[in-house]
Nanobody, 124 residues
């Protein structure tokens, strides 16, 4: 089992920045791919960004490309989402996700470990 804990959410004005963190604990001795998803009220959970276990390959949703950067620590058990030029439409609960594997994964159903979520609110 792997436990994921997100942190770093909050309230920010449009154009501002936030950095989310996700710390993994438990059985982290395997190769885990990680990702970020978000869910706005009344909408389905959607892909934001993903990163391979090595950290060398990443993928982004078109809506955040060029504004968000996903990365992971050298120890591999922590990932980050640096969010810049935030827009009101980025407002959502952001979830950290993990699964075993060497690639990156962009679909909700591909992940089997999830954090509890952290709220990001962008005011206009």
């Amino acid at each position: 089992q792997v436990q994921l804990v997100e942190s770093g959410g909050g309230l920010v004005q449009a154009g501002g920045s936030l950095r989310l963190s996700c710390a993994a604990s438990g059985r982290t001795d395997s190769t885990y791919a990680m990702g970020w998803f978000r869910q706005a009220p009344g909408k389905e959970r959607e892909f934001v960004a993903a990163i391979t276990w090595s950290g060398r390959s990443t993928s982004y949703a078109d809506s955040v490309k060029g504004r968000f950067t996903i990365s992971r620590a050298d120890a591999k058990n922590t990932q980050y989402l640096q969010m810049r030029s935030l827009k009101p439409e980025d407002t959502a609960v952001y979830y950290c996700a993990a699964r075993t594997g060497l690639s990156y994964y962009t679909r909700v159903e591909e992940y089997n470990y999830w954090g509890q979520g952290t709220q990001v609110t962008v005011s206009s």
